[in-house]
């Protein structure tokens, strides 16, 4: 059996995402092309292609599974402003092009594409998060969590100033898959089934977590600003397996850097913070902080941009950003700031139930893994060139 090669994914363009399910034994790729394909992992370790369609009416940025509880459905965001909902007729036949049919299809509410998707799923409920290419962030969930066939937004703001016409931008975000908060944070107040969200708005991660009130729907709070990048954060990854009392994130940055954090939720009676721990910050001091990073910047978009960007400014994002901070005080510090030799960052990934391994991948087109060590201290372990396998697709 293979564990590891190449296929011909048979896309006519770039392929800018592969996802796998859950349970890894299936992917889905999302192309340049508009078109989606899934594929299913045999027995001999080969992948058999599934099914084959257009998605959107543009590129295909992100497509992504949800996770098992409530069957197998796929999410995807395109350059055609659309986010939309897929689920799979099982009595189509295979490579009909007819076997996952949209069941829910949403346009951006500014006519800026999506960039970034996630999806959270817990218990038998199933969360999505969307960000536009201009930092507007959606929270939302089905109106019957049985059935993923319509939605609701139940959160949404600008999470930065909107940037200005032509500035390169970067925004992603990213669900922690852990059940529950980390049994810490759930001490010092959080509710277990609190919703937790990192958004990278730029050269800044921002920590959301998603608070249900009673008789309202979920509402996000800032808890903590994760700063100190050297450039655009082009991805952002959420640990699994918080058991150890602290939630673990890394990113990925445009100045080829990889950087590791840990969040920590102080229990009320220690939230003093000691004289002298300039490693260790609070929400309140990141956000006094951004003032002056370049996420808080100035806009002075014309024409149709002049003109969507006032009409957003009247729902007041960002006095809504301010407004809510987490009533549960968190402090963050960076505990490594790896050179990936990566020149560019693309992509971070913890590996499943894991917060001790990390891959990445760049703009060298390498894979790299990196082991945290029982000292603490985070190192390269292991390289890959996906170029190097010979003709059969073995390395």
């Not at 986010?83 to 490579?95: C, H, I, L, S, Y």
């Not at 959606?138 to 019957?144: A, F, H, Q, W």
């Not at 139940?154 to 100033?161: A, E, R």
């Not at 991948?361 to 790299?368: E, F, I, T, V």
Request: charged share 25%; aromatic share 10%.
């Amino acid at each position: 059996m293979n564990t590891s090669g190449s296929y011909a994914h048979g896309h006519r363009d770039i392929v800018n995402c592969i996802h796998y399910n859950f349970t890894g034994d299936r992917i889905v790729t999302a192309s340049s092309d508009h078109r989606l394909k899934v594929w299913n992992k045999q027995a001999d370790g080969e992948w058999e292609l599934v099914d084959t369609w257009r998605g959107h009416d543009a590129e295909i940025m992100v497509a992504k599974w949800n996770g098992p509880n409530l069957g197998e459905l796929l999410a995807s965001v395109g350059e055609d402003n659309k986010f939309k909902v897929w689920e799979e007729d099982q009595e189509e036949a295979p490579n009909s092009g007819r076997r996952f049919k949209c069941i829910y299809s949403q346009q951006t509410k500014f006519c800026v594409p999506y960039v970034s998707l996630d999806l959270k799923s817990y218990r038998m409920e199933t969360y999505a998060a969307l960000i536009t290419r201009d930092g507007y962030l959606t929270l939302m969930e089905p109106v019957n969590h049985d059935s993923l066939g319509e939605w609701k937004e139940i959160d949404q703001f600008f999470v930065c100033l909107r940037p200005s016409r032509g500035e390169e931008t970067g925004f992603t975000v990213s669900f922690s898959q852990d059940p529950q908060p980390c049994y810490k944070a759930i001490e010092a107040g959080l509710d277990s089934n609190t919703l937790s969200l990192a958004v990278a708005a730029k050269d800044v991660v921002k920590v959301y977590r998603a608070i249900k009130l009673p008789g309202k729907d979920y509402q996000l709070y800032l808890a903590a600003q994760l700063t100190g990048h050297g450039g655009l954060i082009r991805d952002v990854a959420w640990a699994d397996g918080n058991f150890r009392g602290v939630d673990t994130i890394a990113t990925g940055c445009k100045d080829g850097f990889i950087r590791i954090f840990e969040v920590s939720t102080p229990i009320p009676s220690d939230q003093k913070k000691t004289p002298g721990d300039s490693a260790s910050h609070s929400a309140a001091e990141s956000r006094t902080n951004d003032a002056s990073s370049s996420t808080a910047m100035t806009t002075n978009p014309s024409g149709i941009g002049a003109g969507l960007a006032g009409s957003s400014r009247t729902d007041g994002p960002i006095a809504r950003r301010e407004e809510y901070e987490c009533p549960v005080k968190h402090t963050w510090r960076e505990v490594a700031a790896l050179d990936s030799r990566h020149k560019a960052v693309w992509q971070v990934k913890f590996a499943r139930n894991s917060g001790d391994t990390l891959a990445s991948g760049g703009d060298d087109g390498l894979m790299r893994f990196w082991r945290r060590a029982t000292t603490g201290e985070w190192m390269e372990f292991a390289e890959i060139d996906p170029h190097a396998a010979d003709d059969d697709g073995h390395e």
